[in-house]
T-cell receptor, first 114, second 116 residues
Framework: DTGVSQDPRHKITKRGQNVTFRCDPI?????LYWYRQTLGQGPEFLTY????????KSRLLSDRFSAERPKGSFSTLEIQRTEQGDSAMYLC????????????FGPGTRLLVL | AQSVTQLDSHVSVSEGTPVLLRCNYS??????LFWYVQHPNKGLQLLLK??????LVKGINGFEAEFKKSETSFHLTKPSAHMSDAAEYFC??????????????FGTGTQLKVEL
């Protein structure tokens, strides 16, 4: 399967702990995105990478959130000092360079903060 | 700002009857529009996309959508519903970002229920 993969699929943590999620995009895609989806809502944009450069961050991405894509391939999203409000599905998507704006999504990481 | 409004949060149809999921968009120029589907515990899957070519767009699994600029609508239809179509459907508009990337703005979703 050459789709977008995410790890872990599920994460339960206690409030105040740090968590890190990983996303592996489709191999030839140089653009990578993170979104967050809360229950009953559509996904909301968090941040965007072109290769290793983080080019855009949403105001939803508080100082406790940091994302990296060090070698322009996989990406990590870290949440420090988790809060119950961080409970959500974290989605990763990727797309290729060019005019086609289609983004291909991974299965997501579901985070529950107790 | 670009946005989409999905007019129904829940739609229920009988198997074999037509499906209509409504979406209106707001954009200062001709946008790129998408419909994605999300089955329980599965990732978002692209159904179809409009990118200023043909206004009637055909997608996977028999779905299609028509871009109507005069009505600012992009409704999703299917002639005959199947049980496997039961899922959450999102209407999505794309906004360009720095460096040639794009941000997808999702509607709030329409939950489609298909009954026997």
């Amino acid at each position: 399967d050459t789709g977008v993969s995410q790890d872990p699929r599920h994460k339960i943590t206690k409030r105040g702990q740090n968590v890190t999620f990983r996303c592996d995009p489709i191999s030839e895609h140089n653009r990578l995105y993170w979104y967050r989806q809360t229950l009953g809502q559509g996904p909301e944009f968090l941040t965007y990478f072109q290769n290793e450069a983080q080019l855009e961050k949403s105001r939803l991405l508080s100082d406790r959130f940091s994302a990296e894509r060090p070698k322009g391939s996989f990406s990590t999203l870290e949440i420090q000092r988790t809060e119950q409000g961080d409970s959500a599905m974290y989605l990763c998507a990727s797309r290729e360079t060019g005019f086609d704006e289609t983004q291909y999504f991974g299965p997501g990481t579901r985070l529950l903060v107790l | 700002a670009q946005s989409v409004t999905q007019l129904d949060s829940h739609v229920s149809v009988s198997e074999g009857t037509p499906v209509l999921l409504r979406c209106n968009y707001s954009s200062s120029y001709s946008p790129s529009l998408f419909w994605y589907v999300q089955h329980p515990n599965k990732g978002l899957q692209l159904l179809l996309k409009y990118t200023s070519a043909a206004t009637l767009v055909k997608g996977i699994n028999g779905f299609e959508a028509e871009f109507k600029k005069s009505e600012t609508s992009f409704h999703l239809t299917k002639p005959s519903a199947h049980m496997s179509d039961a899922a959450e459907y999102f209407c999505v508009v794309s906004l360009g970002l720095t460096g040639g990337g794009n941000k997808l703005t999702f509607g709030t979703g329409t939950q489609l229920k298909v009954e026997l």
